[in-house]
């Protein structure tokens, strides 16, 4: 995608823009792009999730909720060495640009520095299927060998929630707003739910134990690589690109050209949103 962007911009020596410019802008241009494609256009980013166990809410009526992911997965007994600052997990399946926060680590020795390291956040860049390093976390941070952490890796942010499954009735939720659930705690015709406060709140005459949330998540940061990219079709990828190409003409203030690169790349997601993938 890098490479059709400098062919477009006639700048393949990044003699107008710099390598860094033209990666920002593919990546504020793909979150452009995914915000105004349908859900149909982006179904290699649709992917679903348990939200785990119900809880009453006794401030709304015992309204059950369902807390929204925040975590895609957790890593126990982790270790980490001090003179090389790298963490070990066997075949851990975190890689590089997944984010992370650090907890539990316990030292092995006293170290003054020891409680910067729990509770922090940051994405990671991978070694090896078992190692990896945190980004911003340098070897002269940790002055002593971590034991028996846990790397919890972080759920990427819900771009857009498509629907919600009551696994414990097998069928769809309607979706509605809080209000919309009414004055019951029991909806007698199906299931219906809401978003509110970061919870996930249902309302059936039937108890919902369990739902599925299904949704977009956000796509992965472009990179300066020739890897071609999986995560989003080939139509869209271009759309991207126009998108990108415009944001930088109009930092160069070449108007004309920014306009002509946004109306194409209009055109694109009509035409995507129109016949889906």
Same mark, same amino acid.
């Not at 300066?224 to 759309?239: H, K, N, P, R």
């Given at each position: ?7 477009? /911009?006639?700048?393949?020596?990044? $003699? ?15 979150? #452009? ?5 349908? *859900?149909?256009?982006?179904?290699? /980013? ?10 009453? =809410? ?39 640009? =997944?984010? $992370? ?5 316990? #030292? $092995? ?5 020891? =409680? ?14 078992? $190692?990896? %390093? %945190? ?27 498509? @629907? ?25 015709? @199906?299931?219906? @739910?809401? !978003?509110? *406060? ?14 599925? /949330? ?6 992965? =940061?472009?990179?300066?690589?020739? !890897? ?34 946004? @109306? ?12 889906? %993938?």
């Amino acid at each position: 995608m890098v490479n059709s962007l400098e062919y477009r /911009l006639e700048d393949e020596g990044h $003699v107008n823009f710099a390598a860094a410019q033209k990666l920002q802008a593919l990546n504020d241009a793909q979150r #452009q792009v995914v915000a105004m494609c349908s *859900n149909e256009a982006l179904v290699h /980013l649709q992917t679903s999730r348990s939200m785990g166990n119900a809880t009453a =809410d006794t401030d709304l009526g015992s309204l059950l909720y369902f807390s929204l992911p925040t975590s895609t997965g957790i890593l126990t007994g982790v270790t980490c060495t001090a003179s090389n600052g790298r963490f070990t997990s066997s075949n851990n399946g975190l890689v590089t640009g =997944d984010t $992370v926060t650090l907890s539990g680590f316990l #030292q $092995v020795s006293d170290d003054a520095s020891f =409680d910067t390291i729990n509770g922090l956040s940051s994405q990671i860049s991978t070694i090896d299927v078992n $190692v990896f %390093v %945190v980004i911003g976390l340098q070897a002269i941070d940790i002055t002593t060998d971590l034991d028996s952490g846990v790397v919890e890796k972080k759920e990427k942010s819900l771009t857009r929630i498509i @629907g919600v499954y009551d696994d414990t009735n097998d069928r769809f939720v309607e979706l509605t707003s809080i209000k919309g659930l009414g004055e019951n705690t029991s909806y007698n015709y @199906g299931t219906k @739910g809401a !978003l509110f *406060n970061n919870r996930f709140y249902v309302s059936s005459s039937d108890a919902s134990s369990d739902c599925t /949330l299904i949704y977009i998540t956000s796509p992965a =940061d472009i990179t300066d690589t020739t !890897l071609e990219i999986t995560y989003i079709s080939d139509s869209v990828q271009q759309a991207i690109v126009e998108i990108a190409e415009s944001l930088l003409w109009r930092q160069d203030n070449r108007l004309n050209r920014a306009q002509a690169a946004v @109306g194409n790349a209009q055109g694109m997601i009509e035409a995507i949103n129109g016949q889906g %993938v």
